[in-house]
C-alpha cells in the first residue's frame, strides 16, 4: 500500500492517531515526504562543527533514515523524537543492535512531558515538523521549548516549507516560512550561520520547495 501526502486525512481523534495512523498504513519509502537520504540536513550538521558526541535532538523525525545516516557517521548522542511510537519503532528495527546508541522519545513537543526533562541539547534539528503548528500558542510552545533546551553556542537546524511551498501535506494545513520569519521566532539571541532553498521531490515527482536554515545561539 503507498500513500500520497493528498490521501492522508485528519480523523477526528487526537493528532497522534493521525500520524501514528500514516505509519501503520504504509512503509518509510511510501511515505509522501521519504527522502532516501538527509544530505542537506548532514551538511548543516557537519557545517555547525559539533562533535560526533555532541548531543543532537532530532524533533518530529518520523521513520526518517537520518538517523541511520548518523550513527553510521559516527555520532553518538542521538535522540529521535515523535509523536508516533510506529515510526520510532521503525527506526529500532532498521538499526538493530544500534539501535542502543540512541534515545527514543515518543512525544508532543507543544506539549511536552519527557522532552522537558531532558539534558541540554547541543543541536536542535527539525525537517519539516514547525510548519504544521498553525496557531501562535502552538509555534509559542514550540520556540519555548526550543529556548529552554538548546544551549549557549548550540545550533538549531529547521528545514520547512517556503512560502511557495505547498499548502499542505499529510492532509494538513502548512504554516510557511522564509528566513525572515524563522529570526523573528527565534529572537536576537539567535544568531543566523547559514540559509538556503531547496527543492525536495517526494517518492511521486511531486516538488516541494524547503527553506532550510541553520541558527547558532549566542545567549541564553
Not at 485528519?10 to 495512523?21: A, C, Y
Not at 498504513?25 to 515526504?33: D, F
Not at 504554516?175 to 527543492?199: A, I, P, W
Request: net charge negative.
Amino acid at each position: 500500500m503507498t500513500t500520497k501526502e493528498s490521501e492522508c486525512t485528519l480523523p477526528e481523534n487526537l493528532l497522534k492517531e493521525h500520524w501514528e495512523t500514516a505509519y501503520k498504513k504504509n512503509p518509510t519509502e511510501k511515505l509522501g515526504w521519504f527522502e532516501e537520504n538527509s544530505k542537506e540536513t548532514i551538511e548543516l550538521i557537519e557545517k555547525s562543527g559539533v562533535a560526533k558526541d555532541a548531543k543532537i535532538l532530532n524533533v518530529g523525525v518520523g521513520s526518517s533514515m537520518l538517523i541511520d545516516e548518523l550513527v553510521n557517521k559516527g555520532y553518538s548522542q542521538l535522540i529521535a523524537n515523535d509523536l508516533s511510537e510506529k515510526a520510532l519503532n521503525d527506526i529500532k528495527n532498521r538499526l538493530g543492535e544500534n539501535a542502543s546508541k540512541v534515545s527514543f522519545i515518543a512525544d508532543d513537543i507543544i506539549n511536552p512531558t519527557q522532552l522537558q526533562g531532558i539534558e541540554e541539547v547541543t543541536v536542535w534539528n527539525d525537517r519539516a515538523v514547525l510548519h504544521f503548528f498553525l496557531k501562535e500558542e502552538e509555534q509559542n510552545a514550540y520556540f519555548n521549548l526550543l529556548k529552554k533546551l538548546v544551549k549557549v553556542n548550540g545550533f538549531v537546524i529547521i528545514a520547512v516549507f517556503a512560502l511557495d511551498g505547498a499548502e499542505k501535506c499529510c492532509g494538513l494545513q502548512l504554516q510557511r516560512y522564509n528566513t525572515e520569519m524563522l529570526q523573528e521566532k527565534l529572537g536576537n539571541d539567535f544568531v543566523l550561520v547559514n540559509s538556503f532553498n531547496h527543492t525536495f521531490v517526494n517518492p511521486y515527482g511531486g516538488e516541494r520547495p524547503y527553506v532550510y536554515t541553520l541558527f547558532q545561539r549566542a545567549n541564553k
